[in-house]
């Protein structure tokens, strides 16, 4: 008995290491490989047993050199049949863990879309085909096929097939191994309405998908429910569940907003519903007060389709401007000059359909000639900003110090007069007496003149007096001796001189300093002290850097080169200092300028924070609840903050943007542009380059006076510009990406508009748009496709240099790229990672996962880049490894982007919150 025993015990044994040899060799895709060096490490093989598969503890030194031999025998042998069935076809081999679908949505309306298929488990390198309404072998509809990688994985997606509503199985089928998985789709009905927008009246054309093969279908006008609305028509569903009719707007008892227009199947007990915008009677100017006999444009929609308006200047007889709308009741922007007679004061202007006979009006003010200075005091030598208004459009104003009447003072400077009759410009205080000074402007056409006083008097000044660390001001200096040597300290002068300068004959003096690359946010003291004389002044210097725009600056490199607080060293010390609530489903990015923060939230407000409290300072509402998805624009040097809005995404409606004053929130000037204003607004040459969305068909670029809101030109795109145009100031050129159907890159030229060059982006699929924003670095322009691929132009030919593909064909990125002064290039992907790639050559230099795709486009500064993931989670990672130094969760997918300035962090998460972080 004893010795069966024994052999039994031996025999379980043997079995033990024949199943750990074959655990051993079959890898957790389930197919097999070479046992390597367990060949030759039996007590690693038990080990690794016991903690695999829970056996019973076998003990090694319990194994006599017998047991041990015969345990290595047979991992020998099973790895010699591994070998063998290695030229068995694969279809033969027993596979250990069955194949997997994730499909994504899972549900969904109709739309022109994509299911997107990631698959697993299955063989190496093999095909794999993918079926719609799949039901067994033999059938479904083949709707693509793709190749597996090296883990036996797969991502694809196809169009959401036109189907009749239902529940759809979708099957992949490994061509080699033969392995099936599967998963199910539902199809939902969906209603699309053409125009998407319009006033009472318009005749639209209603279009329905994914009903139930057959049905009655009727189309309800503002339903909210069972037993509401108004019928506009009843259709009957095709074979593919599809149908197309007409109908027109109700004319009357509806207030004007977003109006759900509703398809109810009468035998699915489905329904499509789709928000068609309703258009109030609007009447926009650009701008809102200006000189007599200026330029005024003006744009307006909620008038009839296709009719024309008439428009009057103070309730006149005669019409100013005679206009006709399009097809959804949109007048596109005209002008007209103000009366040249009209005297300073408030003016209506009335506009009248004349089918329609809707009205509706807007006041202009004429403004008398007037003068406004940045400072009224100051030193000799010291920069003076002037702005003046009411002077005649065009012509030449020149200013004039020491002013006392007609012929006399002195010519400081000399500036044109924009279209609106505004002027600004700048001169320096020359050498002169204490004492106070009349600083006037006059017109050389109708000699206007306006006055300001200024008060010049023994002192320091800086120029300019808020800039950021390591920038160069000009110190100007008055009361001093005579040719004495001026020291200039920053802070205390036991510190060491930050430069040295002589004053001149009067005592005077000017000097260009270089603040320190160290100096912390806030307001320091730059201090000027006579060698001779021991004579002290101060002129206070404050350390502020804006983030005024998305991309920084307008070439879009998302790089703040000035951050001093928050680097390496300290970052994981970050800690939220304030969090503000607005709305859900925020996709904005926010900007910062003079210590606001400026975010746009999903109803459509503009709301104005103190950076560092949080507190809300102003919020200004447009009355129409039109959401942003981009970010404000900010001028600090004209105190003015500007936005668009999107009135309805798909396929576009025309929509306003505004320009507001960025200290109070007033209105300054609106325009209502055709399309929708998705795309990031960029700032240059006093121009506002911005471009319009309209889903699969044409948009365009714009540029608008930013003073004025007059449309300098327009370039006319065959497709949708989704992101910020980028700029190179140096060749005065702008870049933007050309959705689909053109899928493109293009250079113009920025005071024409006219076209440099183009660029076609190839391999691009159906919604595969240049959706990020357009960076310019190293004589390179940069975008990140939808496509997957990241992509480098040269700059003056447009000609190719590399693409980097970051992502599945086809995936949608949209980060926009940040590129470094070190040469590297930060942007995220929807695979879930960030990427850092070789600027010059585009190699992959590392990359990073989080748990989500990122939309959200990166931000560098001191060393360290921040970005944020639909993982609900901000970071801050090593820019130069990539490792992991801080990260926050909110509650809620984020698609904004950060920004960090004065040692600031400010960001939106999905949950409805901006936050800000700070040490």
């Avoid at 000017?510 to 060698?531: C, E, F, R, Y």
């Avoid at 970050?574 to 709305?583: E, G, P």
């Amino acid at each position: 008995m004893s010795a069966l025993m024994q052999a039994l015990r031996g025999l379980e044994q043997l079995s033990i290491l024949l199943v750990l040899a074959m655990r051993t060799i079959i890898d957790d895709t389930g197919f097999f490989f070479c046992c390597g060096d367990l060949c030759g490490n039996w007590k690693d093989a038990v080990v690794l047993m016991n903690s695999s598969f829970h056996l019973p503890e076998i003990r090694t030194q319990s194994f006599s050199k017998k047991w041990r031999g015969i345990a290595l025998l047979a991992l020998i042998l099973v790895c010699i049949a591994t070998e063998v069935t290695n030229a068995i076809p694969f279809n033969h081999i027993v596979y250990a863990v069955s194949p997997g679908l994730t499909i994504s949505p899972t549900s969904t309306v109709y739309k022109y879309s994509s299911i997107r298929i990631k698959g697993f488990h299955y063989a190496v390198d093999e095909i794999v085909n993918v079926y719609w309404n799949y039901s067994g072998p033999g059938t479904g509809i083949l709707e693509t096929s793709t190749a597996t990688d090296a883990a036996g994985a797969f991502f694809t997606k196809f169009p959401i097939p036109l189907a009749p509503t239902g529940t759809y199985t979708i099957a992949g089928i490994g061509q080699t191994s033969g392995s099936i998985a599967k998963g199910t789709f539902q199809l939902l009905p969906a209603l699309f309405v053409n125009p998407p927008g319009g006033v009472l009246g318009t005749k639209i054309t209603l279009t329905g998908h994914a009903f139930a093969a057959g049905e009655t279908v009727p189309v309800y006008w503002n339903y909210t429910g069972p037993g509401t609305g108004t019928l506009l028509s009843t259709a009957t569903a095709g074979s593919d569940g599809s149908f197309k009719t007409t109908a027109f707007v109700p004319t009357g008892g509806t207030t004007p907003g977003h109006i759900p227009i509703v398809g109810t199947g009468q035998t699915s007990n489905t329904t499509g519903t789709f928000s068609f915008l309703l258009y109030p009677p609007t009447l926009a100017l650009a701008p809102l007060k200006g000189s007599a006999n200026s330029v005024l444009t003006l744009s307006a929609y909620g008038f009839g389709p296709n009719e024309t308006v008439n428009i009057y200047w103070n309730n006149g007889t005669t019409p100013v401007l005679v206009t006709s709308t399009n097809s959804i009741g949109y007048v596109a922007s005209a002008t007209i000059i103000v009366p040249a007679d009209a005297m300073p004061g408030v003016y209506t202007l009335t506009a009248i359909g004349q089918k329609t006979q809707f009205t509706n009006t807007n006041t202009f003010t004429v403004v008398a000639p007037g003068l406004n200075s940045s400072i009224s005091s100051g030193p000799v030598g010291v920069s003076v900003r002037v702005s003046g208004q009411g002077y005649a459009p065009n012509e030449v104003v020149k200013i004039l110090w020491n002013y006392a009447g007609h012929g006399t003072g002195t010519n400081v400077a000399t500036k044109k007069a924009g279209s609106s009759g505004i002027i600004s410009a700048s001169f320096i205080v020359p050498t002169a007496s204490i004492g106070t000074y009349i600083v006037a402007a006059i017109g050389t056409a109708n000699n206007n003149v306006s006055q300001r006083k200024f008060t010049l008097g023994n002192g320091l000044a800086a120029s300019p007096s808020t800039d950021p660390p390591g920038n160069s001001v000009t110190v100007s200096g008055t009361g001093f001796q005579a040719n004495e040597p001026v020291l200039l300290y920053w802070d205390s002068t036991s510190n060491t001189p930050l430069d040295t300068t002589t004053t001149d004959a009067h005592g005077n003096s000017s000097q260009t300093v270089k603040l320190p690359s160290t100096a912390t946010p806030g307001v320091h003291n730059l201090i000027g002290l006579g060698q001779t004389s021991q004579q002290s002044f101060t002129a206070t210097v404050t350390i502020d850097t804006s983030w005024g725009d998305f991309g920084f600056k307008n070439a879009n490199q998302r790089e703040n080169p000035f951050e001093n607080s928050v680097g390496l060293s300290n970052v994981a010390n970050l800690q939220r200092k304030w969090m503000v609530a607005t709305a859900k489903g925020l996709e904005d990015s926010p900007v910062y300028a003079n210590g606001i923060v400026y975010i746009v939230t999903p109803d459509g407000l503009l709301n104005a924070y103190n950076a560092t409290s949080g507190n809300l300072i102003w919020r200004f509402t447009p009355g129409f609840g039109f959401p942003n998805y981009s970010s404000p624009l900010v001028d600090p040097a004209t105190n003015m903050v500007f936005f668009g809005t999107v009135s309805n995404f798909s396929p576009g409606t025309p929509s306003p943007f505004y320009a507001l004053d960025a200290q109070t929130g007033n209105l300054k000037w609106s325009l209502i542009l055709p399309w929708d204003v998705y795309g990031f607004p960029t700032l240059a040459f006093n121009t506002i380059y911005i471009g319009t969305s309209h889903e699969k068909g044409p948009g365009t670029v714009h540029a608008i006076d930013e003073i004025s809101g007059r449309v300098i030109w327009q370039y006319s795109t065959g497709g949708g510009v989704w992101g910020a145009v980028g700029v190179d100031a140096n060749t005065q050129t702008v870049f933007t990406g050309i959705g689909n159907p053109t899928n493109s890159v293009v250079a113009l030229n920025a005071k024409t508009g006219a076209l440099i060059w183009q660029y076609a982006i190839l391999n691009s699929g159906m919604d595969d748009d240049p959706g990020s924003g357009i960076t310019v670095a190293n004589g390179l322009i940069y975008v990140n496709s939808k496509n997957g691929n990241v992509y480098a132009l040269n700059e003056v030919t447009g000609a190719f240099v590399w693409s980097t593909r970051i992502g599945a064909q086809s995936n949608g990125n949209v980060s926009t790229q940040a590129v470094a002064e070190n040469g590297m290039l930060y942007v995220g992907s929807l695979d879930n990672s960030l990427y850092a790639l070789d600027a010059a050559s585009g190699a992959i230099v590392w990359k990073i996962p989080t748990g989500g795709g990122i939309y959200s486009s990166p931000a560098l500064a001191n060393g360290v880049v921040y970005f944020a993931s639909l993982d609900k989670k901000m970071y801050a990672v090593d820019a130069a490894t990539g490792a992991l130094l801080w990260n926050y969760s909110t509650g809620g997918p984020i698609y904004s982007s950060p920004i960090i300035a004065n040692g600031w962090l400010y960001n939106y998460s999905g949950d409805g919150n901006l936050y800000a972080f700070s040490l």
